[in-house]
């Protein structure tokens, strides 16, 4: 398993209010069944009957508040009337109908599923198979890769219009792109920045406006003049304004259709387009629903039929469903593009694809429809909705505006993936091919409270009142900013949780999980970066014996139980097969702190001896521009780090870049593949074939006898760096089909 390495100069290291548990080295696999008095058992297909061996019953929970504590109420029906604000307008917590403080069991249930998957070694759910976007100019690998996508053979992106054809959208080309210098617009009042000015958004006047020009007798390409009015012997266009960005200096002009050589946009990169985490809020901003015309866009940010677009299209990217090979689009020529792996191409394969774990035998799992080895599951777990029943009025808090949180960006590579801190910023992996990382984890939020300020803390620091009163008045100008009611410190809530047919061991995890370590404490509900959330949770573990009860009248078959009998079952079997999966061992700690692995979740959890509220407070924006590696848990809490097996994260020796070193490894010698010969099999799904890597653009493709398609390597990552154009490899084709293509998993070399 690749580990993260610590950043060794304070320079280079990171600070967040949230940290990440490793992945482990192998999945505790419950799918063949779970030993019962000495015969295995599926108990998760026997909902019919209660299970002789099992464990059924209730464990009864009480919850306290260690910091104010935020979740959001539904959206309720007064008078006849739905609630029809924002959710970020809805300041009111999660209540019963008399208004007392309520924690829904579905909150209750998401958190301890989570530190129920860490503790029993079960997969990491769910990881996003979204690629992430990228755009950058900076000198460094990135900036070079996105520089290589940018321009592809001297050819930059083009320009063209949206158009839609019944239900499917697509792209025609304009028959020329011309450039404007932004001095002539502004002699037409158009308020073009000529220094970057990120608050700047095009104005409609002459936003994809009709517009005439004189071109640049000198320079075909370029238009000097520009008129919003008909103007005599000039030429048509369209304008397109773009946003400020340093040394940007002109504007664009989209003239004529190719109406013959339309591209079709395939749905999935249409909706990945209109993605919350593509469409900036500059976007947002810039592109309001209804302007130009009055609800011409399905949402604001979203694009709409007619509207200039810059596109991409590559021969390698062409598919059954993307014939003209479309790469991406954008609003701006210099576009975002996505890259070439997402989150969960980075879960190792033994991680991601192993059978049953033991928290979905428990929790349950959601099925995929049409695949034999992820039908669904039900659970046999239930969360009640959890209630307070003390105090008054005095419950909540004042209404704030909290400091703006943004939701998680796995952009921020630095943070969540492995890196090797020791190395420059030039060293940094990535979401790209060959690049040697995984995700970091199971991504948890430290507890952190500043006892002197409270409250004050977690509110925005600039205008406070002002946007308070902004944000609850009928037409609010602030688009960033919510309000929030917390329940305050020191409420207690009441709740229950009921399972059926438990075994020993699944009942130790779901005991294991709330009873945590001594000085630990959970985290729940919104505003956890803050500091919001943190809660002591108590239980007490009633057990139900079906058959006593339904054999006796006098006798309920209810008995308390401490619950240790199955927390120790459960940490021998955790701990036997951390030491047969090569997880590093502390033998200097007792029960589930063995395993070093299972530390970084305690550290991260602890309460008592936190680290200081400052040293997990988010950076500035002037840090960050550095990309810092964030260190383990292990390092913020000034532990020593577990002596992890090495094999540290290293970014793709292959890359054509003016900062990167060539590797000190001889390359693999290139052996010509033979040449296709009529006796060749069809390649089929399920086949384990030959085949010659090859390189295509900035990444590595498969052929294979017989065949002229080339074949999506679905691990890139796998392949040795020192490899080179035409090595013969061994593949294990995942996927073939006319719409698909052909995929293939990287086996080895040959």
């Known amino acids: 398993m690749i580990r993260h390495v610590n950043p060794t100069d304070s320079k280079s290291t990171a600070k967040a209010p949230y940290n990440f548990v490793p992945l482990p080295n192998s999945i505790f696999v419950v799918q063949d069944g779970i030993n019962i008095n000495g015969t295995k058992l599926t108990p998760w297909k026997m909902h019919d009957r209660f299970v002789p061996g099992t464990r059924s019953g209730w464990i009864d929970l009480t919850i306290e508040t260690l910091t104010p504590l935020f979740i959001r109420g539904p959206v309720i029906n007064k008078d006849g009337k739905w609630d029809c604000r924002d959710a970020r307008f809805r300041f009111e917590p999660f209540t019963s109908i008399?208004?007392?403080p309520m924690i829904p069991g579905s909150s209750l249930r998401g958190m301890i599923r989570t530190v129920v998957e860490i503790l029993s070694f079960s997969?990491?759910?769910?990881?996003?198979?979204?690629?992430?976007?990228?755009?950058?100019?900076?000198?460094?690998?990135?900036?070079?890769?996105?520089?290589?996508?940018?321009?592809?053979?001297?050819?930059?992106?083009?320009?063209?219009?949206?158009?839609?054809?019944?239900?499917?959208?697509?792209?025609?080309?304009?028959?020329?792109?011309?450039?404007?210098?932004?001095?002539?617009?502004?002699?037409?009042?158009l308020n073009v920045p000529s220094k970057p000015n990120p608050g700047y958004f095009p104005d409609w006047k002459g936003q994809h406006k009709t517009c005439w020009f004189r071109r640049d007798p000198k320079k075909n390409s370029k238009a000097v003049e520009i008129s919003l009015s008909h103007t005599n012997n000039w030429e048509r266009g369209t304008l397109v304004l773009t946003g400020s960005a340093p040394k940007k200096k002109y504007d664009f002009i989209f003239v004529g259709e190719e109406t013959g050589k339309s591209i079709p946009i395939p749905e999935v990169m249409w909706r990945r387009f209109h993605d919350e985490d593509q469409l900036t809020h500059w976007q947002e901003k810039a592109f309001p629903k209804d302007?130009?015309?009055?609800?011409?866009?399905?949402?604001?940010?979203?694009?709409?039929?007619?509207?200039?677009?810059?596109?991409?299209?590559?021969?390698?990217?062409?598919?059954?469903?993307?014939?003209?090979?479309?790469?991406?689009?954008?609003?701006?020529?210099m576009f975002r593009f996505p890259y070439d792996l997402s989150p969960r191409d980075l879960v190792p394969d033994q991680v991601k694809n192993a059978g049953l774990d033991m928290a979905g035998a428990i929790f349950g799992v959601v099925g995929v429809v049409g695949k034999k080895e992820e039908l669904a599951i039900k659970g046999r777990i239930f969360f009640e909705d959890a209630l307070s029943n003390v105090g008054g009025p005095e419950w909540f808090e004042e209404i704030i505006v909290p400091q703006i949180l943004a939701s998680p960006k796995v952009t921020c590579f630095q943070h969540y993936l492995t890196q090797d801190g020791t190395k420059g910023q030039k060293e940094l992996t990535t979401y790209l091919n060959g690049d040697h990382t995984t995700i970091r984890g199971h991504k948890l939020y430290w507890h952190r409270w500043d006892d002197d300020k409270g409250l004050e803390a977690i509110k925005e620091f600039n205008r406070h009142n002002e946007l308070l009163d902004d944000l609850q008045s009928a037409n609010s100008k602030d688009t960033q900013h919510t309000v929030i009611r917390p329940v305050k410190q020191g409420v207690v809530f009441n709740g229950k949780i009921r399972f059926e047919n438990l075994t020993d061991i699944e009942l130790g995890a779901l005991l294991s999980s709330l009873r945590l370590q001594e000085g630990c404490n959970h985290k729940l509900g919104m505003g956890k970066p803050l500091g919001l959330g943190s809660i002591k949770v108590d239980w007490k573990l009633h057990h139900v014996d079906r058959a006593d009860r339904y054999n006796c009248w006098e006798r309920s078959g209810v008995t308390a139980n401490d619950g240790g009998e199955f927390i120790k079952v459960f940490e021998k079997a955790m701990i036997e097969h951390a030491r047969n999966t090569g997880e590093k061992i502390d033998e200097s700690v007792s029960g589930l702190k063995k395993i070093s692995r299972l530390?970084?979740?305690?550290?991260?959890?602890?309460?008592?001896?936190?680290?200081?509220f400052s040293e997990t407070a988010y950076m500035t924006l002037e840090k960050f521009r550095s990309r810092p590696v964030l260190p383990t848990p292990h390092k913020v809490v000034g532990h020593n780090e577990p002596a992890w097996s090495v094999d540290s994260p290293r970014p793709a020796q292959n890359e054509t870049t003016s900062n990167r070193t060539e590797s000190t490894k001889p390359a693999i010698?290139?052996?010509?593949?033979?040449?296709?010969?009529?006796?060749?099999?069809p390649v089929e799904k399920g086949q384990t074939r030959h085949g010659q890597l090859k390189h295509s653009g900035d990444r590595w493709i498969a052929l294979f006898e017989g065949d002229i398609r080339e074949a999506v390597i679905i691990n890139q990552n796998k392949i040795p760096h020192e490899v080179s154009e035409g090595c013969i490899a061994e593949f294990f084709i995942t996927e073939q089909s006319k719409k698909a293509g052909i995929k293939a998993r990287f086996e080895k070399l040959l």
């Open 599 to 612: 530390q970084a979740l305690f550290h991260l959890l602890k309460w008592t001896g936190k680290p200081k």
């Open 669 to 681: 010698a290139k052996a010509p593949i033979p040449p296709p010969s009529s006796a060749a099999k």
């Open 291 to 333: 302007i130009p015309v009055k609800g011409c866009r399905k949402a604001k940010g979203h694009l709409r039929e007619g509207e200039p677009v810059f596109f991409l299209c590559d021969n390698a990217a062409q598919t059954e469903d993307n014939p003209k090979g479309l790469v991406f689009f954008g609003r701006a020529q």
């Open 98 to 100: 008399d208004g007392r």
């Open 123 to 189: 997969k990491i759910k769910p990881v996003t198979d979204e690629k992430p976007f990228f755009r950058t100019v900076a000198a460094d690998r990135i900036g070079v890769a996105y520089r290589n996508r940018l321009i592809r053979g001297n050819e930059k992106p083009f320009g063209g219009y949206i158009r839609k054809d019944g239900n499917h959208w697509m792209i025609v080309p304009a028959a020329e792109v011309l450039r404007i210098h932004r001095d002539e617009l502004n002699k037409r009042k």
